[in-house]
C-alpha cells in the first residue's frame, strides 16, 4: 500500500525568505508524483508533477521538486515567497506500473503555508 | 482522522446507464467538491456546493449533474454514460473557514464500456 506524509501541517514564513515544504512517501512499486496547490476559495490546482526523467521539475511560478529515489522524498522548494503563495498545498503518489495502472492518487495531509508581510 | 466517503471504489458499467456516485461526509463541513482526474492525472474540478441547495458548476465541463440537499450528502449522477466517462473521480470536503484544509475521499474509479 502506497502513502503520503507531510511532516508540517504549518509553515509560516517571511516574505522573499525560501521555504521548504516536506513530503515523504512509502510504495512498493515505481510512482509518480505531484505537488498539488489550493489557494485560498478555489479549488485544486496541479503544481507540478515528477513522471521520469529528470528528477528536477519546476513549476511556472517559481516552485521546484526533486525526487529522491532513495530518501523517498518529492520536497517542495522556492528560493524567495511572496504573500501570493500563501495556500494549502498537497503532495500526491499514484503508482506508475501498467498492472496498477487503475490505482487511486493518494493524497498526503496538506501543508498550510502562511507567509507574513 | 477525517470521514468522508465515496462509494462505490470501482465501477464498471455499459454506455447508455444511469449511474450515481456516492460521496458523504461526517464533519459537518459546508463546503464540497467533485474532482475529475484526467489521463494526464491532473484534477480537475467538474462541481462543488457551498452549503445545502448550493451548487455550482467547476473549472471543467461536465455532462454529470449533482445534488446537495443535505449537508453531509453530495451524489454526482451521470443520466447516460458513455466511454469518455471513464476516469477517477474524487470528492472532497473543508470547512467554511479561509484556509482549512481540504479533505478528500478514496475516489470512485469508474469504467464505461
Known amino acids: 500500500a502506497q502513502s503520503v506524509t507531510q511532516l508540517d501541517s504549518q509553515v509560516p514564513v517571511f516574505e522573499e525568505a525560501p521555504v521548504e515544504l516536506r513530503c515523504n512517501y512509502s510504495?512498493?512499486?515505481?510512482?509518480?508524483l505531484f505537488w498539488y496547490v489550493q489557494y485560498p476559495n478555489q479549488g485544486l490546482q496541479l503544481l507540478l508533477k515528477?513522471?521520469?526523467?529528470?528528477?528536477l521539475v519546476e513549476s511556472i511560478n517559481g516552485f521546484e521538486a526533486e525526487f529522491n529515489k532513495s530518501q523517498t522524498s518529492f520536497h517542495l522548494r522556492k528560493p524567495s515567497v511572496h504573500i501570493s503563495d500563501t495556500a494549502e498545498y498537497f503532495c500526491?503518489?499514484?503508482?506508475?506500473?501498467?498492472?496498477?495502472?487503475?490505482?487511486?492518487?493518494?493524497f498526503g495531509p496538506g501543508t498550510s503555508l502562511s507567509v507574513i508581510p | 482522522e477525517a470521514d468522508i466517503y465515496q462509494t462505490p471504489r470501482y465501477l464498471v458499467i455499459g454506455t447508455g446507464k444511469k449511474i450515481t456516485l456516492e460521496c458523504s461526509q461526517t464533519?459537518?463541513?459546508?463546503?464540497m467538491y467533485w474532482y475529475q482526474q484526467d489521463p494526464g492525472m491532473e484534477l480537475h474540478l467538474i462541481h462543488y456546493?457551498?452549503?445545502?441547495?448550493?451548487?455550482e458548476k467547476g473549472d471543467l465541463s461536465s455532462e454529470s449533474t449533482v445534488s446537495r440537499i443535505r449537508t453531509e450528502h453530495f451524489p454526482l449522477t451521470l443520466e447516460s454514460a458513455r466511454p469518455s466517462h471513464t476516469s477517477q473521480y474524487l470528492c472532497?470536503?473543508?470547512?467554511?473557514?479561509?484556509?482549512?484544509?481540504?479533505?478528500f475521499g478514496s475516489g470512485t474509479q469508474l469504467s464505461v464500456l
Open positions: 510504495s512498493s512499486v515505481s510512482v509518480y
Open positions: 464533519m459537518g463541513h459546508d463546503k
Open positions: 472532497a470536503s473543508r470547512t467554511g473557514t479561509t484556509n482549512e484544509k481540504l479533505f
Open positions: 515528477y513522471l521520469s526523467g529528470s528528477t
Open positions: 456546493s457551498y452549503g445545502v441547495n448550493s451548487t
Open positions: 500526491a503518489v499514484k503508482s506508475s506500473t501498467p498492472e496498477t495502472s487503475y490505482d487511486k492518487v493518494i
